[in-house]
């Protein structure tokens, strides 16, 4: 088994509250931030050298599905090719309600199907709305959270703007949590290389 010192799974909200357009927008800034030199600096700048991705659709109830599998990033080339899956990931799932809780115990057990041996697990939840369908979200963190996984967050506050207390009290857990925030999808970009740099580091200081 290959060793990593973090297997980060990107778990991203695919709901009918974001349309088509900031769909295209969410996955654009996850492949350029996994393209950015200071990302992959920190994703592979760990004891181990590497860190393994996957990325997770969900959106209601029994829609949940991995669109990009778990991938090995220890140089350039890797990378780059993660990121090209995620730009032309397709949304494989209906949009429908917010079925974070959901969303979140997929990711979950995806991250234990890594086939990576991890120093450090990593779910990334990534949305625009509060949960309103399915098993809420708290109890599955702290399932997350007892079995050694961290759980951040990005919330959109385009459609909810208080949204960031609802993944503050109800999403993250764990050693080092956090819950950023950006205004709309045009922001997305940024705030999602902030948020992947601040992972990243944090496993290759650890």
Same mark, same amino acid.
């Given at each position: ?83 090209? =899956? ?18 979140? =115990? ?101």
């Amino acid at each position: 088994m290959e060793k990593v010192d973090l297997a980060l799974c990107l778990a991203v909200d695919a709901s009918s509250s974001v349309d088509y357009d900031e769909f295209a927008l969410m996955l654009g800034g996850y492949a350029a931030a996994f393209r950015d030199d200071s990302v992959m600096a920190a994703l592979t700048g760990g004891p181990r050298g590497a860190t393994a991705a996957s990325l997770l659709l969900w959106s209601g109830r029994g829609e949940q599905a991995v669109a990009v599998p778990w991938g090995r990033i220890a140089d350039r080339a890797a990378a780059e090719g993660f990121a090209e =899956a995620v730009w032309n990931a397709p949304r494989l799932v209906r949009a429908g309600a917010t079925a974070l809780g959901e969303g979140m =115990a997929a990711g979950l057990a995806l991250l234990a199907a890594c086939p990576c041996e991890a120093t450090r697990l990593v779910l990334d939840v990534s949305g625009d709305g509060r949960h309103n369908q399915g098993r809420p979200p708290g109890p599955v963190r702290d399932i997350g959270v007892a079995a050694g996984v961290t759980i951040n967050a990005l919330a959109v506050l385009n459609e909810e703007p208080d949204l960031l207390d609802h993944y503050r009290a109800e999403v993250i857990g764990g050693p080092g949590a956090f819950v950023l925030h950006t205004p709309d999808y045009a922001a997305f970009a940024e705030a999602i290389r902030a948020k992947l740099l601040r992972e990243a580091i944090g496993a290759a200081i650890a």
